[in-house]
């Protein structure tokens, strides 16, 4: 199957800064992207969907201003975590799919650590 | 709104016997996709297999199959033969067939593999 890349793999940073985490498409054009969060022992929680070279789409209750989401490119889509506090400590899946039909591949995850 | 419920919290299987993971869903439309994931203590999402609601063939990856009920929206999954890799979370989902929409996951079943 396709390759989805996370990075970083884990990152932990202190209290009031902000937290970049990529999410690449390593060998297929990624038309939309997903990021999801997951708390432990709970499943995937949906955060945005966002299509190349559009805004994102946020799930309700998701505050689009401190998750931010660029689509740049059809191969790479960024999460920043704004002014990160603890509560924002959770593992961040990206998934990717080429076109509305096709399977959606799962990155391997990003472990994040506010201090 | 589509729903998945996943009612077993947990489930347990000896090694070489067969168990079957419950999953029901909710939906109006017609045409969508369900879906097994696998996600191991790495918590990479493993695809484990696909079913077209509009196949009424069950699908069936090697030691994998699933039973699709589509009138009653059930689609449980049947490992066999269990391995002490099956030992993971596993997730059911659904999503619409066409357009850039989301996976939407049920909660989940932790399955134990018993040597």
Not at chain 2, 26 to 44: A, G, I, M
Not at chain 2, 88 to 111: D, E, H, Q, W
Request: one cysteine or more.
């Amino acid at each position: 199957g396709a390759v989805v890349s996370q990075h970083p793999s884990w990152v932990i940073c202190k209290s009031g800064t902000s937290v970049k985490i990529e999410c690449r498409s390593l060998d297929f054009q990624a038309t939309t992207m997903f990021w999801y969060r997951q708390f432990p022992k709970q499943s995937l929680m949906l955060m945005a969907t966002s299509n190349e070279g559009s805004k994102a789409t946020y799930e309700q209750g998701v505050e689009k201003d401190k998750f931010l989401i660029n689509h740049a490119s059809l191969t790479l889509s960024t999460l920043t975590v704004t002014s990160a506090h603890p509560e924002d400590s959770s593992f961040y899946i990206c998934s990717a799919r080429e076109g509305g039909y096709n399977e959606q591949f799962f990155g391997p995850g990003t472990r994040l650590t506010v201090l | 709104a589509q729903t998945v419920t996943q009612s077993q919290p947990e489930m347990s299987v000896q090694e070489a016997e067969t168990v079957t993971l419950s999953c029901t869903y909710d939906t109006s439309e017609s045409d969508y996709y369900l879906f097994w994931y696998k996600q191991p203590p790495s918590r990479q999402m493993i695809l484990v297999i696909r079913q077209e609601a509009y196949k009424q063939q069950n699908a069936t990856e090697n030691r994998f199959s699933v039973n699709f009920q589509k009138a009653a929206k059930s689609f449980s999954l049947k490992i066999s033969d269990s391995q002490l890799g099956d030992a993971a979370m596993y997730f059911c989902a659904y999503r619409i067939y066409s357009g850039n929409t989301p996976l939407v996951f049920g909660k989940g079943t932790r399955l134990s593999v018993i040597a």
